[in-house]
Antibody
Framework: QVQLVQSGAEVKKPGASVRVSCKAS????????MHWVRQAPGQGLEWMGL????????NYAQKLQGRVTMTRDTSSSTVYMELSSLRSEDTAVYYC?????????????WGQGTLVTVSS | EIVLTQSPGTLSLSPGERATLSCRAS???????LAWYQQKPGQAPRLLIY???SRATGVPDRFSGSGSGTDFTLTISRLEPEDFAVYYC?????????FGQGTKVEIK
């Protein structure tokens, strides 16, 4: 069965960076795009960007351009999301989510979420 | 960027009642690339509907989606206790992918 298992909760200071991992199993990582979505406490869902695990190409949300980097390691079926220059507004649960079919696609499987807390 | 506006913000209903949730887009959604997700507290979102009206695998048939262009609807025909949750619409026809702000369906 398809599973996306994310790394554990993180606490970071303002200005630091965080890297969240998402390990895929039950399917071939390179066959599906992977997206990242975040959710601030009590708020809605915000799309952050996507990575094509096959070639590594990315598409980032404009507001995060320059601070977010998505990478993948096909040998371990894992994708990574790194966010730099953290600020308090980046406190959120971060999810990886698989694109169901092709580039423009809904998200059929989600990771369990990783809470990132930014606090001095 | 396509802005999605969901209404109402909160829907207070009793089990067995019908729920109708609305999602309006600021511009036409390409190819009806509109999805609906359900989210319960402490859980990741779950895909319910894609392509405006196709049910995802394992989704009960009391959930149905309709609409095209800029106006979309999620209907839950008879609310079960496990259906009380927050529902989000999402458009995936153009970048950036965007979500509505959510509708909370609560027990009256």
């Amino acid at each position: 069965q398809v599973q996306l298992v994310q790394s554990g909760a993180e606490v970071k200071k303002p200005g630091a960076s965080v890297r969240v991992s998402c390990k895929a199993s039950g399917y071939t990582l390179t066959s599906y795009y992977m997206h990242w979505v975040r959710q601030a406490p009590g708020q809605g869902l915000e799309w952050m960007g996507l990575i094509n695990p096959s070639g590594g190409s990315t598409n980032y949300a404009q507001k995060l351009q320059g601070r977010v980097t998505m990478t993948r390691d096909t040998s371990s079926s894992t994708v990574y999301m790194e966010l730099s220059s953290l600020r308090s507004e980046d406190t959120a649960v971060y999810y990886c989510a698989r694109g169901h079919s092709g580039y423009y696609s809904e998200f059929d499987y989600w990771g369990q979420g990783t809470l990132v807390t930014v606090s001095s | 960027e396509i802005v999605l506006t969901q209404s109402p913000g909160t829907l207070s209903l009793s089990p067995g009642e019908r729920a109708t949730l609305s999602c309006r887009a600021s511009q036409s959604v390409s190819s009806s690339y509109l999805a609906w997700y359900q989210q319960k507290p402490g859980q990741a979102p779950r895909l319910l509907i894609y392509g405006a009206s196709s049910r995802a695998t394992g989704v009960p048939d009391r959930f149905s989606g309709s609409g095209s262009g800029t106006d979309f609807t999620l209907t839950i025909s008879r609310l079960e206790p496990e259906d009380f949750a927050v529902y989000y619409c999402q458009q995936y026809g153009s970048s950036p992918w965007t979500f509505g702000q959510g509708t909370k369906v609560e027990i009256k």
